[in-house]
C-alpha cells in the first residue's frame, strides 16, 4: 500500500529523473572526487540518490509503479545519452534495483530507514560491480563508486531522520 507521505508524482520523477542524469554526468563530466582521495564516474551521486529515490517512490507509488519507472528511465537513458552507457546502465539498474526489492521488501515491516540502510548496501554494490564491467571493462573505480554512493544513503537517513523528528510522527508508518 503506497505511503501518504511522500508524494507520488514527486517520488517517481525525482527517481525517473536520476536515471538519465547520471548517464548525462557520465558522459560530460567524466571522473569526480568522491573522497578520502578516490574518484568515480560523475553519475555516482545521481546512483546513490536513485537507490534512495527508488525506496521513496516505492513508499509513495508501490513496487509496479516502480518497475515502471526503471523503463521510463533507461528509454531516456538510450534518448539522451550515449548508447553504450544507456546499456551498462541499464543493466546495472535492473539488477541492482531487483536485487534492492529482495532485500527492501521483507525488511521493511522494521521500518523504512533500516530496509533503506540494508537494500541500498546490497544495490550498491551490484549497480557498481555490473556498471563499471560494461562500460568500463575494470574496476578502478569501484571503491569511489562505493563510496559516493553511500554518501548519499548516509545524507538520506539524516534527512529523513530529521524530517521524521520534526514532524511529530513516524516516517516508518
Known amino acids: 500500500m ?8 514527486l517520488a517517481l520523477t525525482a527517481y525517473v529523473a536520476t536515471i538519465p542524469a547520471a548517464n ?3 558522459t560530460h563530466v567524466g571522473a569526480v572526487p568522491v573522497g578520502f582521495g578516490e574518484a568515480a ?3 555516482v551521486y545521481m546512483v546513490g540518490l536513485a537507490l534512495v529515490l527508488r525506496d521513496l517512490a516505492r513508499e509513495a507509488a508501490g513496487p509496479r509503479a516502480v518497475w515502471a519507472a526503471i523503463g521510463v528511465g533507461a528509454v531516456l537513458s538510450w534518448w539522451l545519452a550515449d548508447p553504450a552507457l544507456a546499456v551498462a546502465s541499464t543493466a546495472a539498474f535492473l539488477v541492482a534495483e531487483s536485487m534492492d526489492f529482495a532485500v527492501y521488501e521483507p525488511l521493511r515491516q522494521r521500518g523504512l530507514l533500516i530496509a533503506m540502510v540494508a537494500s ?4 550498491m554494490a551490484a549497480d557498481s560491480l555490473i556498471f563499471l564491467h560494461l562500460a568500463f571493462r575494470n574496476f ?3 571503491a569511489g563508486q562505493l563510496l559516493g554512493k553511500a554518501w548519499m544513503t ?3 537517513v539524516l ?3 530529521t524530517i521524521r523528528r520534526y ?3 513516524a516516517v516508518t508508518a
Open 24 to 26: 548525462l554526468l557520465v
Open 2 to 9: 503506497p505511503h501518504p507521505t511522500f508524494p507520488k508524482a
Open 120 to 123: 541500498n548496501v546490497v544495490g
Open 41 to 43: 564516474p560523475a553519475g
Open 159 to 161: 534527512l529523513l531522520s
Open 154 to 156: 548516509v545524507a538520506a
Open 140 to 142: 578502478d573505480y569501484l
Open 167 to 169: 514532524r511529530g510522527r
